[in-house]
């Protein structure tokens, strides 16, 4: 049951790390015409990779091969040229982000004494303030949003009572086959570029969604509605993160970019799929 617990917790993590004219926009494009163009990433937390409770091994962010991959990478992406870079940070916390991004712009973030793990190693800090830089940006974008509920304890106990094997198997499979993976990549050395692909892999976003969008439908009774909540309530999440993002955009943005959380990610991928008015770009394509 901890272990179970866990699994729920991690997938927050990873997936668990902005207002403007609400008629703002990309509209829909004219036949033939350049779809703008998403650079979607998802991430493990620099900072917290396994959430501790799953204990999954640390990735050291902060020694020279990863500076020197982050580098690499953030050249790469100014040389995709977003116009605008999307995060992981709570949309209504905007004004504390853009003054943590100033301090980035003029060279003081990384020297305040008071900094702590998250400050230092989250990805927003190290990868999407680095990309904003080079790209010259004025602004990293919050798109956050955190009135959701999540009641895994629940959906777990509604398992557990109704004896349903076969889902708990499912999930304790899935905290094996992901733990174990991520811990023998790291055990062995893997370069962040690597690992990040991993992330980004069509294997792990289609265990993450068959995990948030598959297997609550089935938990409990006909007239139990615990699973399916759990999953609107992630789907919402999401949702509204998409709907930050183009509230934030206009016809101008051309190209953006999305740090996200892996499963968020994965997820984002779904959505943004199922509309006309945008094109997918993943980070493997554009360094290597």
Not at 52 to 69: G, H, P, R, W, Y
Not at 77 to 83: L, T, V
Not at 159 to 179: A, H, P, Y
């Amino acid at each position: 049951m901890y272990k179970i617990k866990a699994v729920f917790v991690l997938f927050v993590c990873l997936a668990t790390a902005c207002k403007q004219n609400p008629n703002s926009g990309i509209e829909p494009n004219d036949v033939g015409a350049d779809l703008p163009e998403v650079l979607l990433i998802g991430t493990f937390h620099y900072n917290n990779p396994g959430a501790d409770v799953v204990k999954t091994k640390s990735f050291d962010i902060l020694n020279d091969k990863s500076q020197k991959e982050l580098e690499f990478i953030a050249s790469k992406i100014k040389e995709f040229g977003p116009s605008k870079i999307f995060v992981e940070w709570d949309y209504d916390e905007q004004v504390e982000l853009d003054s943590l991004y100033g301090l980035y712009q003029n060279g003081k973030y990384f020297s305040q004494d008071s900094l702590s793990e998250f400050y230092k190693k989250n990805e927003i800090f190290q990868l999407a303030f680095r990309t904003a830089h080079k790209n010259d940006l004025n602004q990293v974008i919050g798109i956050d949003y955190g009135d959701t509920q999540f009641p895994f304890d629940s959906v777990m106990t509604v398992i557990q009572e109704n004896k349903q094997i076969g889902l708990q198997s499912k999930i304790e499979d899935f905290v094996e086959i992901f733990t174990l993976g991520f811990d023998s990549k790291i055990e062995a050395g893997i370069s962040l570029v690597d690992l990040t692909y991993y992330l980004n892999s069509n294997s792990i976003r289609n265990m993450s969604n068959e995990f948030h969008d598959e297997i609550p439908l089935q938990v409990g009774k006909k007239d139990n509605f615990i699973g399916p909540f759990l999953t609107s309530e992630w789907y919402k999440r999401n949702l509204y993160m998409w709907s930050l993002i183009l509230k934030n955009v206009n016809e101008k943005d051309k190209r953006i970019m999305v740090l996200v959380g892996a499963s968020h990610a994965a997820k984002l991928e779904q959505i943004i799929d199922q509309q006309e008015n945008w094109k997918i770009v993943q980070l493997k394509s554009l360094l290597e």
